[in-house]
């Protein structure tokens, strides 16, 4: 498999993640919280990244430089996942009050302090109300964003098989 065939692949997954998210919102009617719209985020950046791998098909340090990106993108959904999972293993009455939506903050706020308040948690994020296999979606989305991370490490960083002319 070459490097964009597999970049294209990883697109792709991600394109799924998100269908599906955006299935268990408009047809499960689970309504996402803060943190689950910023994983929806970061599974988009990681789509992104691989798309544009895919897209560009470069050689040499390049591929270094796409794998730098899907690392980062990947770190950063992956630690929004892990807050998100600390923040609903917390004991009931530990957590603050559900605020305002992430859409008034944006309006009201500037960036960075609805990034801390988001982050700090509130109410709505620590309602499990989704398992599959036992587990909440923020460990779904860490487990698969993890996969990620491997997966585009593999893609753009191992060498080519030789091409072999007849």
Excluded at 73 to 83: M, Y
Aim: charged share 10%; hydrophobic share 55%; glycine share 8%.
């Amino acid at each position: 498999m070459t490097a964009r065939t597999a970049n294209a692949w990883g697109a792709l997954a991600c394109a799924a993640l998100l269908a599906y998210a955006y299935y268990a919102q408009y047809v499960m009617h689970l309504e996402p919280c803060p943190l689950c719209m910023f994983q929806r985020v970061g599974i988009f950046a990681i789509g992104i990244v691989f798309a544009i791998a895919a897209a560009h098909d470069p050689a040499g340090w390049g591929r270094r430089v796409y794998a730098g990106l899907l690392v980062l993108a990947s770190l950063a959904t992956i630690g929004v996942a892990a807050r998100h999972l600390y923040i609903q293993s917390l004991p009931p009455g530990t957590v603050a009050a559900c605020g305002a939506s992430l859409d008034f903050m944006l309006k009201v706020f500037p960036l960075t302090e609805v990034l801390m308040k988001v982050l700090t948690g509130s109410g709505e994020c620590a309602k499990i109300e989704w398992r599959f296999l036992g587990l909440a979606m923020p460990a779904w989305v860490l487990i698969v964003a993890v996969a990620l991370n491997v997966y585009g490490l593999w893609a753009n960083l191992r060498r080519r098989p030789p091409v072999l002319r007849f």
